[in-house]
Structures are given as structure tokens and as C-alpha cells.
């Protein structure tokens, strides 16, 4: 699609750039395609926008409200773009430009159809059970290990010496590295829980950015990573996940991440190496923990926190301010 046929698709304003430019798709910070554009709806995002070092040729559509001649991200922002256009409704941009690049990535994929019979086994020295599931436009590498039930719908890869315990469900658009261990009832790809509220009415965000495993992970039982919006969920490698996880969208786990059973992380929210989180441990949005953090059991975190952090309680506080509250309040109960 090129900028005119972007602007009628989302009934923008484009302020500067060639109409005739083409546009492959939306970008995320940590996700950059060549002549994608961003979505930029907060002054903390343009921010955070700012930072991200890319020479990728890309545009940007603007919520009108933070348009400002003398604002000084604004002319930065304008300086770095190929184009840039402007909308009153950006969630709504959001929405239709989700339900377009989604449909134009899987065009043509037949789903239902089985494959598995043009995988030749003994080629690659894998194990694939009688009863497994293969969709078009999947590569799986040497020796890997498929069991009976599981689910690949097409567009993987799977990579060498890699296990698929039964029963697993793989969607679309998800690789995963060397060396993996994949348990039984696990989903990896399913749809971002991701809505906008528009006309009464709550509209789907259209998820194409599938996961990208990284090598030596291993997911128990029960657990759930969604797929990303535009760009992928990140699993780093070496990362360790227990049974009953929830991974939401955009999420991005740093290497060798220890998440307990029950933990969930809510969307685009970010865990660096070698963090821990404790058994029913939660992160919401947008939030970000450091290198080494430690989070306690059933704590939720609702703020960011930097490297070696060690968080407890709901909300998440430092370990040491709980320690002096819970002491506290044991005082206060001996004077009564």
C-alpha cells in the first residue's frame, strides 16, 4: 500500500511526505520494519519514540492533540520521518490499520489444510507423531521432537533438537530456537488481548506479530504467550517458564528469566536478564523491571523498577519497606 491509499484507509491528515510512498506495515519500539510507520498517541511515547536509534526509512501518525509548533519533540520528530500524518482518532487508525496488515500477512494461507505429509522426517532426523497438525509454511530443523496432538498452524519454524510435549497449540507467525522443551497444553501465538472501545462497541486490535523463542527455553504446562500486535513477543534466551504462565502481548523477557507458576505480564511490559518472579507474581503495562530483580510471591507491580530491585506486596513495594510495615503493624496490634 502506498501513503494515498493509507490515507484513505484511515482517514488521515498527511502533513508532509511523498503520497506515493510505500507502506508496508506498523512498527513497535523494539520491533523496526523498513518503511513501517509508529503510532504515536502520548507525549511519554514520542519520548520514548525519540530514543529509538533506527536509519530504517519509516513514517508516523499523530494524535492531533499533541500537534505543537514550538514543541521541541515535535520538531524532532518531524526531522526523523519520512512522513508524518495526523488523526482526531488514532485508536481507530489502530484498529483498521491492525485488520488491513493482518489479513494482507496471511493472504492466501490455507489453514485447515494439513502439510505434514511434505515434511520429510528422515531428512531431518526429527520424530513427528501420526496425529500432528502441520500448516503451510512450516521449517522444522534437525532432529526435533513432535508429539501426538500438537497443533503447528502454519508459518514456524522450529528449530534443531527442539521437544513439543502433546497437545501444544503453535498459531501462526512464531519461531522458536535451538534447544527448547515446549510442555503439554501449552499456546504460544494466540491473539493479544487487545480492544478498543469505539461507537459503544469493542473493537478488536488485529494481532500479525507472532513470538520469537529464543534458544534454550522451557515452558511448563498450562501456559499462554500471545502473539504480539505488529511486532513480536520476545522470549529471551535460557528463560525458564512454570506451569500456568500468562505472557500477554509485547511482552519482552530478557535472558534467562525465571517466571514462576501463575505469574502473568501484562502487554508491552518488559523483564530484564536474569530477573526472578515469584509465583503469582504480576506485571502490569507498560512496565519495565531491571537486570536482577527479584519479585516476591503474589506481588503486583505496577511501577517500574531498576536493576537488582527486590519487590514485595501489592502493590509492589521494596522488600525493606515491607519488612518495617509488616513490623508495624505487629507493634501496633501488642499496644491494643
Not at 509508529?38 to 536509519?55: A, D, G
Not at 485508536?91 to 505429509?117: A, I, P, Q
Request: include cysteine.
Amino acid at each position: 500500500m502506498n501513503l494515498s491509499g493509507l490515507k484513505d484507509l484511515l482517514n488521515i491528515e498527511i502533513l508532509f511526505g511523498d503520497v506515493e510512498t510505500q507502506v508496508k506495515g506498523v512498527s513497535t519500539s523494539s520491533t523496526i520494519v523498513e518503511n513501517s510507520f509508529f503510532f504515536i498517541s502520548t507525549s511519554r511515547f514520542l519520548k520514548k519514540y525519540l530514543e529509538i536509534n533506527t536509519e530504517s526509512p519509516h513514517g508516523a501518525i499523530i494524535s492531533e492533540e499533541l500537534l505543537s509548533d514550538d514543541d521541541q519533540n515535535i520538531q524532532q520528530l518531524k526531522e526523523r520521518c519520512l512522513w508524518l500524518a495526523s488523526t482526531q482518532d488514532l485508536n481507530s487508525c489502530m484498529v483498521r490499520s491492525s485488520k488491513f496488515f493482518h489479513d494482507n500477512f496471511y493472504e492466501g494461507f490455507d489453514w485447515t489444510r494439513n502439510l505434514v505429509e511434505r515434511h520429510i522426517v528422515e531428512s531431518t532426523k526429527s520424530k513427528i507423531a501420526k496425529d500432528v497438525f502441520i500448516g503451510p509454511d512450516v521449517e522444522i530443523k534437525e532432529n526435533v521432537t513432535i508429539m501426538s496432538g500438537v497443533k503447528i498452524m502454519g508459518h514456524n519454524v522450529i528449530d534443531a533438537n527442539s521437544v513439543i510435549f502433546p497437545n501444544v497449540t503453535i498459531y501462526p507467525n512464531v519461531r522458536i530456537g535451538k534447544n527448547c522443551r515446549l510442555h503439554s497444553n501449552t499456546v504460544i501465538g494466540s491473539d493479544g488481548f487487545g480492544y478498543k472501545f469505539l461507537d459503544g462497541e469493542h473493537e478488536k486490535i488485529w494481532h500479525y506479530g507472532g513470538v520469537e523463542i529464543h534458544d534454550n527455553v522451557e515452558i511448563g504446562s498450562g501456559s499462554s504467550i500471545d502473539g504480539g500486535t505488529f511486532g513480536p513477543t520476545i522470549i529471551g534466551e535460557g528463560c525458564k517458564i512454570d506451569n500456568h504462565v500468562q505472557i500477554a502481548h509485547n511482552v519482552i523477557l530478557g535472558k534467562k528469566v525465571i517466571l514462576c507458576g501463575k505469574a502473568g505480564l501484562a502487554g508491552s511490559s518488559k523483564v530484564g536478564d536474569y530477573t526472578i518472579l515469584a509465583g503469582g507474581a504480576c506485571l502490569a503495562p507498560d512496565c519495565e523491571l531491571g537486570v536482577g530483580c527479584k519479585v516476591g510471591g503474589g506481588a503486583q507491580v505496577n511501577k517500574s523498577w531498576p536493576d537488582g530491585s527486590t519487590v514485595v506486596g501489592y502493590p509492589a513495594i521494596n522488600s525493606r519497606d515491607w519488612k518495617r510495615s509488616i513490623i508495624r503493624f505487629q507493634q501496633l496490634n501488642k499496644s491494643k
